[in-house]
């Protein structure tokens, strides 16, 4: 079993930042790729950013590039998603994702490609 714990979501000001964390833990956890969604209310779940456990090579959605940066601890089986000038439109529940197998990067933006999921951690941006 495999868990993946969000955390560091919370209310901020347009212009701000946050970091979020995702821990994962499990017994046998070896990720090929880690990546983050977001799903605001009444909008499909949407690809924000992708890891590469082991190569460390991301992808990101243009929604976000230049704003928000993913990184990982291997040693910690943490992955992070830091988050700067964020804007109202940024607002939604970030949920983390694994994907245990290799696949193409062209895939990373399919949420179907992912075979673990965490709870998510609400982000909101004031305006």
């Known amino acids: 079993q495999v868990q993946l714990v969000e955390s560091g979501g919370g209310l901020v000001q347009a212009g701000g930042s946050l970091r979020l964390s995702c821990a994962a833990s499990g017994r046998t956890f070896s990720a090929y790729a880690m990546g983050w969604f977001r799903q605001a209310p009444g909008k499909e779940r949407e690809f924000v950013a992708a890891?590469?456990?082991?190569?460390?090579?991301?992808v990101y959605a243009d929604s976000v590039k230049g704003r928000f940066t993913i990184s990982k601890d291997n040693a910690g089986n943490t992955v992070y998603l830091q988050m700067n000038n964020l804007s109202p439109e940024d607002t939604a529940v970030y949920y983390c994702?694994?994907?245990?197998?290799?696949?193409?990067?062209?895939?990373?933006?399919?949420?179907?490609?992912?075979?673990?999921w965490g709870q998510g951690t609400q982000v909101t941006v004031s305006s």
């Open positions: 994702a694994a994907r245990s197998t290799v696949v193409r990067g062209s895939a990373f933006p399919d949420p179907r490609k992912y075979d673990y």
């Open positions: 890891i590469r456990w082991f190569s460390g090579s991301t």
